[in-house]
């Protein structure tokens, strides 16, 4: 059965076409700077939105139309399995990322719910054989059974602080049967209501005993995907514990575990937390832990993470200018945790929208090459830093002088004359690129 019959392949046509099921700006074959774009971007599709969102909300029942479901759990699984890889090859997309729950039913015990994702993986094992896809990254879904209504690895209940570490235990088992390259921990309920009951210490100790434990596991199978943690300040929990990429990497060098883990970074994530999402990836980058990205935006009317998929080209420009600073984002890629807006209801939706969201990435890296091409942060920068590159300035970063010397040098020379920003005009030129 083809669940997407309207097309036969996605194919590169440039910005003048007037085909909906074709890109105007990724092509993935274009080589800039000594790879092709489909090297460059690593494009992933999020197993969760794309195949079980129904399109509900707070204050409406679902609207998704969707061909996949059958006569028990199980088979709408396998049918599943079958569209998502459909829809990876019409797509030309390479990677994909998935939460265990995402591709199997729960069943009535946690052993039912192994044996359903041993079938399921078998299959997707399968399917990964014959179409040459990759498991950019795979994770546990820890937030939506009410058995972590208090937390997973921050539970205050022991017994299920083991379920927990049996779901991670199957990931990272199931991650080395599909030739994982990632595994992220995102602790949706890693986090507090309030302080009154709260022993955010404990808590804590915990989660890192539970990353640890996870590294050791890793160890024991010999297995080494990198392991990345996800930031987010709120939203199920009220406050969680990896607010934001900074707030995450202190844990980690608490713990000693920034050896171990990366961060895998969303935009939307960043939003929630008062920040840019190129914000973000520098703070990541500066610890040398920027891991892998997922690709979204925030409705900026709205307080919640509305996951929308990314096609402010202004946005993602900046975003992908930290990305070549880093040097690329392999061994993690781009991930679109994205789905369609609620009127996008029909399956043609799922094309648009990954074709909408890989262009807007395609345009935005074609931009960001070309400003570091033209020097333009680059000179902006060491213009604002100049006065380092003087004999005090050499100084200071030579660690040459202290307090005494400097209030010295203060008090015998004049006030310093400061330079205009002139940002507004940076804005400006900076739009010329985009």
Request: proline share 4%; aromatic share 12%; with cysteine.
């Amino acid at each position: 059965m083809k669940y997407f019959p309207e097309v036969d392949k996605v194919k590169y046509e440039g910005p003048q076409t007037k085909n909906m099921f074709a890109f105007r700006q990724y092509d993935p074959n274009e080589v800039i700077l000594g790879k092709t774009m489909k090297e460059h971007l690593r494009f992933s599709i999020a197993y969760w939105h794309t195949m079980t969102q129904d399109g509900a909300d707070p204050f409406g029942d679902p609207v998704n139309q969707r061909t996949w479901f059958g006569a028990d759990p199980m088979e709408t699984a396998r049918n599943r399995v079958n569209a998502f890889f459909e829809l990876l090859e019409k797509l030309d997309v390479e990677y994909f990322c998935f939460h265990d729950v995402d591709i199997a039913p729960a069943g009535n015990s946690l052993a039912e719910f192994f044996a359903n994702l041993d079938e399921i993986t078998d299959l997707i094992k399968e399917k990964m054989a014959q179409t040459g896809t990759k498991l950019l990254w795979n994770t546990a879904n820890m937030f939506s059974h009410p058995r972590y209504v208090n937390g997973a690895a921050s539970t205050n209940s022991a017994e299920v602080y083991a379920i927990a570490a049996a779901q991670v235990k199957k990931g990272l088992d199931i991650s080395k049967k599909l030739g994982g390259i990632n595994y992220v921990f995102w602790g949706g309920r890693e986090g507090y209501e309030t302080l009154l009951n709260t022993d955010m210490q404990f808590e804590q100790d915990n989660i890192a005993r539970f990353f640890k434990m996870a590294v050791d596991y890793c160890e024991k199978i010999d297995h080494h995907p990198q392991l990345l943690l996800e930031p987010k300040p709120k939203e199920p929990s009220k406050h969680q514990y990896d607010f934001d990429a900074a707030t995450t990497m202190t844990f980690l060098q608490k713990y000693d575990l920034a050896k171990d883990f990366k961060l895998n970074l969303e935009a939307n994530h960043a939003t929630l937390a008062g920040h840019t999402f190129e914000h973000e990836l520098s703070v990541a980058r500066s610890y040398n832990a920027l891991g892998s990205i997922d690709a979204n935006q925030g409705g900026m009317l709205l307080g919640w993470d509305t996951d929308e998929f990314p096609t402010n080209v202004y946005d993602v420009t900046l975003a992908m200018t930290e990305v070549l600073e880093n040097g690329g984002l392999a061994p993690g890629g781009i991930n679109f945790d994205a789905k369609v807006r609620r009127s996008s209801f029909a399956m043609e939706d799922l094309l648009l929208a990954h074709i909408a969201g890989m262009d807007t990435f395609a345009r935005a890296f074609k931009n960001a090459v070309k400003l570091k091409e033209d020097g333009f942060f680059a000179e902006l920068k060491e213009k604002r830093y100049a006065s380092f590159k003087t004999e005090l300035g050499a100084k200071i970063l030579n660690d040459e002088m202290d307090l005494a010397s400097l209030t010295e040098y203060a008090l015998q020379n004049p006030e310093p004359k400061l330079a205009s920003s002139h940002i507004e005009y940076v804005k400006n030129r900076l739009n010329d690129y985009l």
